[in-house]
């Protein structure tokens, strides 16, 4: 017998509403009326609507009516199949099995610029009908929401801070190997090692075996491993902050060899001694277009996340056709720990941080419940998008045997994956002979191209100032003037064709957050209250564009001195 006590009943203006387990879904007097009356109190432009209960469809069609873009309705319906109806739900998503993923991506996907505007609307009396359900999706949503803020947050951040090492670092790219060199040059067995709590359980495990595997370090990790005598093969970095670069400037002389990222602080490039490989972010696209335009130099582009792991993660991949190991992935304050013992970011979680942090319970390695935060979090995401996505030609194990759980990545003992894939292994031959030496590019030529790009940032700030000189020229409180109007048409054109020659969109991409988010035109909205806000959106852009460009420009000197300077301690050496 179903759990569930459905029945039709004629309302007194002759439509049909239900009643579920006693509870009435629309009114019994005049649905359309109710549905009007709740979506006139609910409904402000620019929220991504969840519609939680679809009943017999009166309020999704009141609501589809109001919402200019279906794809930013979703509703959500358990019930949705047991009910007789005949509703119109136009290009919105009606779902009833409330997967957490699917359900993830429909609000990710229709929240747009990192927006976080969610509003849901629960149809009458479903919260009583279904209340364990409406708390799932509640809980979805406010996680979606927090994983778009930590993404916010890091770009807002690091803008800066990536535009200058891009930057600084095409100098690094000119002088070092693609990460290219390395695709599948491997048929070992990989060990990613990562700075998690757990990684100290493994150490003497990796200390035995280190010759028959190659090992990658993600980022801080180098420390942790150097302070127990293991020299991994290779160091992955990608964060841009001083405090990276701090993990680094004291490593003493060792072999192994760096795989970075063009965000990552360029004075570890500028400064390390050994074999270095480049590579770019999946999402900078547009970066290696310009690099390759320019100094005719390909990057692969790496598929990662919020972590140094999760690109190692896809490096380690990237390099081998042979079984991976993960171990030290712990995405979690495993024994009340942020690190491993012996990495410089090591801290003992007491109460007060974990306040701080805004930490909370996920299922663990073990079937357990472990305690994360919102950033480890978009971490562990992020490796189970990797590891769905992941073509590879062996089998990748956790083998971290603490921590969180990475869903749909089978979980190994280290001491199985070493007896299953490693102590039958050879020494490793990690030696690497190139098939093509790499051609350095000569610094005189490299500084003639970034001269070139400087003089594209001097006609940069030329036009922006001429735009915002036009903008202050306009009298009118109410309109724009023709003329004005014309000139500003034209730099635009111009500006658009010239920002594509020199890729701004570390510095760029907050500005236009800001931009497309804080000037949606407002709900009837009369002719001046349109021209001031089209006036303050065009200022700010023009502005902060004027600003991001001398950013820039004062970048590319600062590289140019630089390589200058090391030429000329060069010939004097």
Not at 203 to 212: G, M, T
Not at 336 to 349: G, L
Request: proline fraction near 3%; include cysteine; aromatic fraction near 10%.
């Amino acid at each position: 017998m179903s759990q569930y006590q459905i029945e039709y009943i004629k309302t007194k203006n002759n439509l049909e509403t239900v009643m579920v387990n006693g509870y009435l879904l629309h009114s019994k007097y005049d649905p359309n009326q109710e549905a009007s009356r709740i979506v006139e109190k609910e409904f402000e432009q620019g929220y991504v609507y969840i519609l939680f209960g679809y009943g017999l469809g009166y309020l999704a069609e009141v609501l589809n009516e109001k919402i200019e873009d279906g794809t930013k309705l979703i509703i959500i319906d358990p019930i949705y199949p047991l009910i007789n109806v005949e509703g119109k739900i136009g290009k919105s998503t009606i779902i009833h099995e409330i997967e957490k993923k699917e359900l993830e991506a429909l609000i990710a996907g229709a929240l747009r610029n990192l927006s976080r505007k969610v509003k849901v609307i629960c149809s009458p009396n479903y919260d009583k009908i279904l209340p364990n359900e409406m708390k799932k999706v509640l809980e979805i949503i406010k996680e979606v929401q927090k994983m778009l803020q930590v993404h916010e947050n890091t770009i807002r951040v690091f803008s800066d801070n990536w535009q200058e090492n891009y930057i600084q670092n095409l100098f690094n790219v000119s002088q070092d190997s693609s990460l290219e060199k390395l695709k599948k040059i491997y048929t070992c067995p990989v060990v990613l090692a990562s700075g998690g709590p757990s990684l100290t359980k493994q150490l003497p495990l990796l200390e035995e075996i280190k010759d028959q595997v190659i090992i990658i370090a993600a980022g801080s990790t180098i420390n942790s491993l150097l302070a127990n005598g293991i020299e991994p093969d290779y160091i992955v970095t990608i964060d841009g902050g001083l405090e990276n670069y701090n993990h680094f400037k004291d490593i003493p002389k060792i072999k192994s060899q760096l795989i970075y990222a063009i965000t990552s602080h360029y004075k570890i490039q500028d400064e390390y001694q050994n074999k270095k490989y480049a590579f770019l972010a999946s999402s900078n696209k547009v970066y290696g277009e310009h690099i390759k335009k320019v100094f005719s130099i390909n990057l692969p582009l790496i598929s990662g996340g919020g972590s140094v792991a999760n690109f190692a993660y896809s490096i380690a991949a990237y390099i081998t056709t042979g079984p991976i190991a993960i171990i030290g992935q712990d995405l979690a304050y495993t024994n009340d720990q942020s690190h491993a013992e012996s990495n410089k970011r090591f801290k003992r979680v007491d109460v007060d941080f974990m306040k701080s942090r805004g930490t909370i319970e996920i299922p663990g390695y073990y079937g357990d419940m472990v305690v994360t935060d919102y950033p480890f979090l978009s971490m562990k995401k992020a490796f189970e998008v990797l590891h769905q996505n992941m073509q590879h030609d062996s089998p990748i194990y956790n083998c971290t045997e603490g921590g969180a759980k990475i869903e749909g990545m089978d979980q190994l003992s280290f001491i199985d994956f070493c007896e299953t894939y490693v102590y039958q292994q050879q020494v490793v031959i990690k030696e690497i002979i190139e098939e093509n030496n790499y051609k350095k590019i000569n610094a005189s030529i490299f500084i003639s191209k970034m001269n070139e790009l400087t003089n594209i940032y001097n006609f940069l700030i030329k036009q922006l100032e001429l735009a915002l000189k036009l903008l202050n020229q306009n009298k009118s409180i109410g309109t724009f003037n023709k003329g004005i109007l014309g000139e500003l048409g034209k730099i635009d054109k111009n500006l658009d064709k010239k920002l594509k020659q020199v890729s701004l969109n570390y510095l760029t991409d907050p500005i236009t957050l800001d931009i497309l988010r804080n000037y949606e035109p407002k709900l009837n909205e009369g002719s001046i209250e349109t021209y001031t806000r089209v006036y303050n959106q065009s200022n700010e852009l023009y502005s902060r564009l004027l600003e991001a460009v001398k950013k820039a420009k004062q970048y590319t000197l600062d590289t140019i001195d630089k390589v200058k300077t090391d030429e000329r301690g060069n010939e004097n050496g």
